[in-house]
């Protein structure tokens, strides 16, 4: 099986995965605070959040099964080279650990504080009823053939398409506004942070392999790093060059239909 040449690259590495850990964590909680200090969702946008419940499922669905399988681990070494080391870190397992937790009790909140008129739209539900079918059948072809390398990666294929999904509207709205007033650049910052760590281990690991396997083998963790990278830059673009906020600025009623969860990843 794969193991490391080089042990200070494996110390870079570790600390790159758990510096991106700390920094996409930490974004989750600002959101969390903020509905609990004020006993009220109104500003939050629940397509974003049931949105992102079903990303990051998915996502710990792949890394644990990865990380813990050693049926998926045989497979992806067959694919893969068995010099090759598995690509998701005990990091990735505990983000993604930590993320489902957050995100399932950011939907609870919902449920117990004052919502507004806002409700989870059609559009969201139909998204994640089709995402999770496809995933179901997906489960139902992969079994008779025992291809689990393939079935974990169509859980990885859908996270990464949730993260496309769940950026978009945030963008547009900040578009339409020409403002960023009512969303954290903080949260941004702390995500564009995460993404690069995240890069910057698998570029270590693959230095130490001698090979850029380690980037189209997990081509799901590399999409997720690339696609909040390209996002971020998007909404740091639009905070402080397209829409920079005046000090005479002052923030608006935040508009239930209009604003979405800052919350990242």
Avoid at 52 to 77: D, G, P
Avoid at 84 to 92: E, G, H, L, R, S
Avoid at 151 to 167: A, D, E
Wanted: net charge positive; proline share 3%.
């Amino acid at each position: 099986m794969g193991s490391w040449n080089s042990m200070e690259l494996k110390v870079l590495s570790t600390v790159f995965g758990w510096i991106a850990f700390c920094a996409w964590s930490i974004s989750f909680y600002p959101q969390v605070v903020l509905n609990f200090n004020t006993k009220s969702v109104v500003g939050l946008n629940f397509d974003f959040v049931v949105l992102n419940l079903t990303k990051h499922s998915s996502y710990l669905i792949y890394n644990a099964s990865v990380f813990f399988s050693s049926a998926v681990q045989t497979q992806y070494h067959k694919k893969y080279g068995f010099k090759q080391i598995i690509p998701v870190a005990a990091n990735d397992v505990a983000f993604s650990s930590h993320a489902v937790l957050l995100t399932a009790f950011t939907l609870f909140q919902i449920t117990i504080y004052d919502r507004g008129t806002q409700k989870v739209s059609r559009i969201t539900m139909a998204i994640v009823l089709v995402a999770w079918t496809t995933v179901a059948i997906c489960v139902f072809i992969a079994i008779p053939k025992h291809s689990w390398l393939w079935l974990v990666s169509c859980f990885n294929m859908l996270q990464v398409s949730m993260t496309v999904i769940k950026y978009i509207p945030q963008a547009i709205m900040n578009f339409k506004r020409k403002s960023t007033i009512g969303f954290s650049i903080g949260n941004i910052l702390l995500d564009l942070l995460g993404g690069l760590t995240n890069y910057g281990q698998m570029a270590v690991q693959s230095i130490d392999q001698h090979s850029w396997v380690n980037f189209y083998g997990n081509i799901g963790k590399t999409l997720l790093s690339l696609v909040s990278i390209f996002f971020d830059l998007l909404f740091i673009v639009q905070h402080y060059l397209l829409y920079p906020v005046k000090k005479t600025e002052k923030s608006p009623s935040p508009d239930p239909g209009l604003i979405i969860s800052s919350q990242n990843v």
